[in-house]
């Protein structure tokens, strides 16, 4: 075994526990996995503190940390994927009826950059023609990167409680907010997973939610760190796959993937980057529209360059 102890950070998955269990183990290097919960707290550590040689983060703080030079890249291992009509509710009470009311009220979130949602804003403008500057986005928490600067429609409220800035009124709606126990709190889509599935069909899009980063001082001292990485990455979502498909006392999260695979196709976590490329053109996309980052990037810019022929 190599010398090369790499610190990591990552979630506790079906297909990342053969690497943290060494089930699946490098000639090259090992890993000395450090837990973290929750999982968005590795983003912020990562970004602020580069705590980490290997992290999971979240596709839009990548992009911004990118955007303001942090020093670590992208490999194109996608650890979570979602769809987002699920994910947005509002208060009844405020006589929203359609995703056009959302113009001119107040809708809340953890950050501006969460991923969740950038995807749900980016869905709202495209798929139902939301006007998104009409919206004031009313946040809950800070940023993971510090030096982001919101646009002029973002907020900062004093409560963290997106549910009870809800019931009390302090905004119409929110993205991201947990069950509310409250009949006033209502899905804004009232069947998400049929919206999710025709939202796929139309547009071919399977939004990323977290991915993997390699701090560039171990990229630069270890050439081809990139393309090991992915392998072992590969390896243990394999195992993954295999026993998910093959009914194996399926957990709750297993169950969830196994219903994304009916959407989908047979694979619901799909690595590579050739695979996720409209799904990263659309993201960036939406990124660049609200503000989250200054231009526009090429996908392929966000990767090690050999990194961009390997796939699953």
Same mark, same amino acid.
């Given at each position: 075994?190599?010398?090369?102890?790499?610190?990591?950070?990552?979630?506790?998955?079906?297909?990342?526990?053969?690497?943290?269990?060494?089930?699946?183990?490098?000639?090259?290097?090992?890993?000395?996995?450090?837990?973290?919960?929750?999982?968005?707290?590795?983003?912020?550590?990562? *970004?602020?503190?580069?705590?980490? @040689?290997?992290? %999971? !983060?979240? #596709? =839009?703080?990548?992009?911004? /940390?990118?955007?303001? $030079?942090?020093?670590?890249?992208?490999?194109?291992?996608?650890?979570?994927?979602?769809?987002?009509?699920?994910?947005?509710?509002?208060?009844?009470?405020?006589?929203?009826?359609?995703?056009?009311?959302?113009?001119?009220?107040?809708?809340?979130?953890?950050?501006?950059?969460?991923?969740?949602?950038?995807?749900?804003?980016?869905?709202?403008?495209?798929?139902?023609?939301?006007?998104?500057?009409?919206?004031?986005?009313?946040?809950?928490?800070?940023?993971?990167?510090?030096?982001?600067?919101?646009?002029?429609?973002? *907020?900062?409220?004093?409560?963290? @409680?997106?549910? %009870? !800035?809800? #019931? =009390?009124?302090?905004?119409? /709606?929110?993205?991201? $907010?947990?069950?509310?126990?409250?009949?006033?709190?209502?899905?804004?889509?009232?069947?998400?997973?049929?919206?999710?599935?025709?939202?796929?069909?139309?547009?071919?899009?399977?939004?990323?939610?977290?991915?993997?980063?390699?701090?560039?001082?171990?990229?630069?001292?270890?050439?081809?760190?990139?393309?090991?990485?992915?392998?072992?990455?590969?390896?243990?979502?394999?195992?993954?796959?295999?026993?998910?498909?093959?009914?194996?006392?399926?957990?709750?999260?297993?169950?969830?993937?196994?219903?994304?695979?009916? *959407?989908?196709?047979?694979?619901?976590?799909?690595?590579?980057?050739?695979? =996720?490329?409209?799904?990263?053109?659309?993201?960036?996309?939406?990124?660049?529209?609200?503000?989250?980052?200054?231009?526009?990037?090429?996908?392929?810019?966000?990767?090690?360059?050999?990194?961009?022929?390997?796939?699953?």
């Amino acid at each position: 075994m190599t010398d090369l102890v790499l610190r990591t950070a990552l979630g506790n998955y079906g297909h990342t526990k053969p690497l943290k269990d060494g089930t699946v183990a490098s000639k090259t290097f090992s890993m000395e996995h450090v837990e973290v919960s929750p999982v968005v707290s590795i983003f912020r550590r990562m *970004v602020r503190g580069l705590e980490f @040689d290997v992290a %999971e !983060m979240a #596709l =839009s703080t990548y992009l911004c /940390a990118r955007a303001h $030079a942090k020093p670590f890249t992208g490999i194109p291992v996608f650890l979570t994927r979602a769809f987002y009509h699920g994910g947005l509710v509002f208060n009844a009470r405020s006589g929203m009826t359609s995703p056009k009311d959302l113009e001119g009220r107040r809708v809340g979130l953890r950050s501006y950059t969460l991923t969740p949602g950038v995807w749900t804003r980016g869905m709202l403008q495209t798929e139902y023609g939301v006007d998104l500057e009409a919206v004031t986005w009313v946040l809950s928490g800070d940023e993971h990167v510090a030096e982001f600067v919101p646009p002029s429609n973002v *907020v900062s409220s004093p409560n963290s @409680d997106l549910g %009870e !800035m809800l #019931l =009390s009124g302090e905004i119409d /709606a929110a993205i991201g $907010a947990g069950p509310v126990d409250s009949p006033d709190v209502q899905p804004l889509f009232p069947e998400p997973d049929q919206a999710d599935a025709a939202w796929h069909r139309k547009t071919g899009i399977y939004p990323i939610s977290h991915m993997v980063v390699v701090k560039d001082a171990q990229l630069e001292a270890n050439p081809g760190l990139e393309c090991e990485l992915f392998e072992a990455f590969k390896m243990a979502k394999a195992q993954y796959i295999g026993r998910l498909h093959s009914g194996d006392h399926p957990s709750q999260a297993d169950q969830a993937l196994l219903k994304m695979a009916e *959407v989908v196709g047979e694979d619901p976590i799909p690595y590579g980057f050739q695979s =996720s490329l409209k799904t990263l053109e659309a993201f960036i996309r939406f990124n660049v529209e609200q503000g989250v980052i200054p231009e526009t990037v090429d996908p392929e810019e966000l990767f090690p360059d050999s990194t961009l022929s390997l796939f699953q």
